[in-house]
């Protein structure tokens, strides 16, 4: 038994999020029952020759995957050289529980450089195979797949289907799906598919996560009853509201101080001041006075923790003094 399977109670995954799965922003999760943690993606090429971006994504130096307060850790990598992609699990595999292979990525970038959903393509599943198959040989961790549905399946979703046992038989030990199509100018469009996420549970003999179709916490219950899957991941849903998996409803208020009073508690170089930003606005994004564009502009312009807080309390949305928070280095 694996340590996915050894876990007790549902299984709640934070989805892998450019920008947004921030170590403080893990640990927040965390906190709330959130026990299947991804860290963004990681482009395996960038990752080995850009050390500017290494040190953005992920650095052991600074905590990310610490034993202690960020496992169980899922790492995903993109990527579409075997030779790459290898190399760069080997620089990761000791700082994680399991690697995931992105190939669900819908954007353009993944589409110019033949990475994410632009590998869901058949004449491409011969090269993720490769892939699987030798990361699944060489490295010590676990290797994981998140994916879409294919496009030109039929109503049964058969490629999407026949994909997964692919990599299944290739040695992948889970899979993810995000039962929606690829699209490089809608990425929500329409409700999920989640029948897709049934047919491919039934299928195969691994672990599959189910991913799509969340807004409050009876959606979880919801889609895990209506696919049977193993476990559930939740992206926009839970930035929105990060004690999601706990069943509470978000105040906040609360939830900003909390994440902030993290991002005090890291190695400051793992605070990054434009996730902060972002993670601010998408917990206030149900308050319509974070649409004034003069508290955008406020925000947008500050540098610390402190200076969030101080313009959260300008602007009416905390009635704490800001220096309840000492500023971050």
């Known amino acids: 038994m694996d340590w996915f399977e050894s876990l007790t109670g549902p299984r709640y995954a934070l989805a892998p999020m450019v920008g947004q799965c921030d170590l403080p922003f893990r640990i927040l999760t965390r906190q709330h029952g959130c026990?299947?943690?991804?860290?963004?993606?990681?482009?395996?090429?960038?990752?080995?020759?850009?050390?500017?971006?290494r040190h953005q994504v992920f650095d052991s130096r600074r905590g990310d995957g610490n034993s202690s307060t960020d496992r169980p850790l899922v790492v995903q990598i993109a990527g579409?050289?075997?030779?790459?992609?290898?190399?760069?699990?080997?620089?990761?595999?000791?700082?994680c529980d399991?690697?995931?292979?992105?190939?669900?990525?819908?954007?353009q970038r993944a589409i110019d450089n033949n990475y994410g959903s632009a590998l869901l393509v058949p004449k491409h599943w011969e090269t993720v195979a490769t892939i699987v198959r030798e990361l699944s040989q060489i490295c010590n961790v676990p290797i994981w797949c998140k994916i879409r549905c294919i496009p030109g399946?039929?109503?049964?979703?058969n490629l999407t289907v026949a994909f997964a046992q692919l990599m299944e038989k290739s040695g992948?030990?889970?899979?993810?799906?995000?039962?929606?199509?690829p699209s490089t100018s809608r990425r929500r469009n329409g409700a999920a598919f989640l029948e897709a996420v049934k047919a491919v549970?039934?299928?195969?003999?691994?672990?599959?996560?189910?991913?799509?179709n969340v807004v409050e916490y009876s959606d979880l219950v919801k889609n895990l009853?209506?696919?049977?899957?193993?476990?559930?991941?939740?992206?926009e849903a839970l930035l929105r509201n990060p004690?999601?998996?706990?069943?509470?409803?978000?105040?906040?208020?609360?939830?900003?101080?909390?994440?902030?009073?993290?991002?005090?508690g890291v190695d400051p170089s793992a605070f990054s001041i434009v996730a902060a930003r972002q993670h601010v606005r998408n917990i206030l994004r149900p308050d319509k006075r974070s649409g004034n564009q003069k508290f955008r502009d406020a925000l947008g312009m500050v540098e610390t923790a402190n200076e969030i807080l101080s313009v959260l309390l300008q602007y009416g949305f905390l009635d704490v003094k800001a220096s309840s928070i000492p500023e971050l280095e």
């Not at 860290?39 to 960038?46: K, L």
């Not at 399991?98 to 954007?107: E, W």
């Not at 399946?153 to 979703?157: S, Y």
């Not at 549970?201 to 799509?212: F, R």
Request: glycine share 6%; with cysteine; aromatic share 6%.
């Open 201 to 212: 549970k039934t299928a195969v003999s691994i672990p599959v996560l189910t991913n799509g």
């Open 80 to 95: 579409c050289d075997p030779n790459v992609m290898i190399a760069c699990s080997k620089l990761l595999e000791n700082h």
């Open 225 to 235: 009853e209506l696919t049977g899957a193993d476990g559930i991941m939740v992206g």
């Open 98 to 107: 399991a690697i995931d292979i992105n190939l669900g990525c819908p954007q």
């Open 153 to 157: 399946e039929n109503k049964d979703h």
């Open 35 to 53: 026990n299947v943690v991804y860290t963004q993606m990681i482009e395996a090429a960038r990752f080995l020759n850009d050390e500017t971006y």
């Open 243 to 264: 004690w999601l998996f706990s069943g509470k409803e978000a105040n906040a208020t609360l939830v900003i101080q909390e994440y902030l009073t993290i991002c005090m």
């Open 172 to 181: 992948v030990s889970l899979i993810a799906l995000h039962a929606r199509y």
